[in-house]
């Protein structure tokens, strides 16, 4: 089999179909999720905190500016470079809007997967049909009750 057959085989069975299919849609559905996070929980966390959900952070250390004032021996103001040094913070408002998207995803999988087995459950529960007698046993049975009348 050559290698391209093989690949084209494996491409096109349902289950990895299925799979990018889902891919695609949990990707899109984790944006909707984000921006409903972004759009509205935080702003409503931040109206009772005072400032944006993702906005809150601790500073343990604040950043230096590139350039400071210094007088110099004569009395002059100049300014001297400085090395620029970022802010250290945690940010835990961005991390909890990140665990609440998480939260959010993950229950709405979870209502999808209950939804898929419950069907899957009733697919089952549905009994098979009897398959149909062979002609050679219903021709028996004709006989047998004909012969008891």
């Known amino acids: 089999m050559s290698m391209m057959k093989e690949f084209k ?3 096109m069975k349902g289950s990895l179909v299925e799979i990018a299919v889902a891919f695609v849609m949990g990707g899109a559905f984790g944006k ?6 972004d759009g509205l929980v935080a702003p409503l966390v931040g109206l009772l ?6 906005q809150n952070m601790l500073v343990l250390k604040k950043g230096v500016e590139a350039k400071e004032a210094v007088k110099d021996a004569a009395g002059n103001i100049t300014e001297q470079a400085v090395a620029a040094q970022a802010e250290v913070a ?3 408002g961005a991390f909890v809007t990140t665990v609440i998207d998480f939260i959010i995803v993950a229950f709405v999988m979870f209502l999808v997967i209950k939804a898929i087995n419950s069907l899957k459950k009733k697919e089952e529960a549905a009994p098979a049909a009897p398959a149909p ?3 050679d046993i219903q021709l ?9 009348k």
């Open 9 to 11: 085989e494996f491409a």
């Open 140 to 148: 028996l049975r004709e006989i047998r009750d004909a012969l008891k």
């Open 49 to 54: 905190t005072g400032k944006d959900l993702s």
């Open 133 to 135: 007698t062979p002609e």
């Open 32 to 37: 909707v999720v984000t921006s409903f996070t």
């Open 90 to 92: 945690l940010k835990w």
